[in-house]
């Protein structure tokens, strides 16, 4: 089982610049979960998915942030333009079947610095 | 809305004593409550979880945890802990709905150091 794949692991960037980042879920999952790390508001919920479909993006920080899930095997988070405040670490995580109270199975993270 | 409070932002411990971690929660329902553990550059792993049944949950790696509706709390405990339990704790809530997936809401975590 390769679990929740992420990349890049690590992306430097600078300040107005596109940044895309990576999730390939564990198959068979129909939940995915996009989450931001920071020192200072720790981890938050972004958005998630439910059988590739948006189910809650109330915590998308602003319309810089999109996220897409064109298929069951695949999502993006894109921050157009990047700011240096999104620097933070980005992690990717899924369910199974999107049952409540269900295991989440996170990703090694995605590190973003923004310069 | 729902929110986790983590009072000890750092806890030290001497390896082979005991451990407990504290975690609050405020919420309008039956809590889903999880404890997951970061090791440095890692992502987060599931340590145990708790919605129904026994207030008293098992999880992996020897740790354990208690549900207690009085007092909104949901501690992390282990008996002895190993240099290798060295790594951040977070507690979540997840939130009640009628079905479907949700989100879940972290505490800031608790960053563990074992002094040998």
């Known amino acids: 089982d390769a679990g929740v794949i992420q990349s890049p692991r690590h992306e430097v960037t600078e300040m107005g610049q596109e940044v895309t980042l990576r999730c390939k879920p564990i198959?068979?999952?129909?939940?995915l979960f996009w989450y931001r790390q920071t020192m200072m508001r720790g981890l938050e919920l972004l958005i998630y998915?439910?059988?590739?479909?948006?189910?809650?993006d109330s915590g998308m920080p602003e319309d810089r942030f999109s996220a897409k899930m064109p298929n069951a095997s695949f999502s993006t988070l894109k921050i157009q333009p990047s700011e240096p405040r999104d620097s933070a670490v980005y992690f990717c995580?899924?369910?199974?079947?999107?049952?409540?109270?269900?295991?989440?199975?996170f990703g090694p993270g995605t590190r973003l610095l923004v310069l | 809305a729902q929110s986790v409070t983590q009072p000890d932002i750092h806890i030290t411990v001497s390896e082979g004593a005991s451990l407990e971690l504290r975690c609050n929660y405020s919420?309008?329902?039956?809590?889903?409550l999880f404890w997951y553990v970061q090791s440095p550059g890692q992502g987060l792993q599931l340590l145990l979880k708790?919605?129904?049944?026994?207030?008293l949950v098992q999880g992996i790696k020897g740790f354990e945890a208690e549900f207690k509706r009085s007092q909104s709390s949901f501690n992390l405990r282990k008996p002895s802990v190993h240099w290798s339990d060295a790594a951040e704790y977070f507690c979540?809530?997840?939130?009640?709905?009628?079905?479907?997936?949700?989100?879940?809401?972290f505490g800031k975590g608790t960053h563990l150091i074992i002094q040998p």
């Open positions: 198959s068979g999952h129909n939940s």
């Open positions: 708790y919605f129904s049944g026994d207030t």
């Open positions: 995580a899924s369910s199974l079947s999107g049952t409540r109270g269900e295991t989440q199975y």
């Open positions: 979540a809530v997840g939130p009640y709905s009628g079905g479907g997936a949700d989100g879940l809401t």
């Open positions: 919420y309008g329902a039956t809590p889903y």
């Open positions: 998915f439910n059988n590739n479909v948006p189910i809650d």
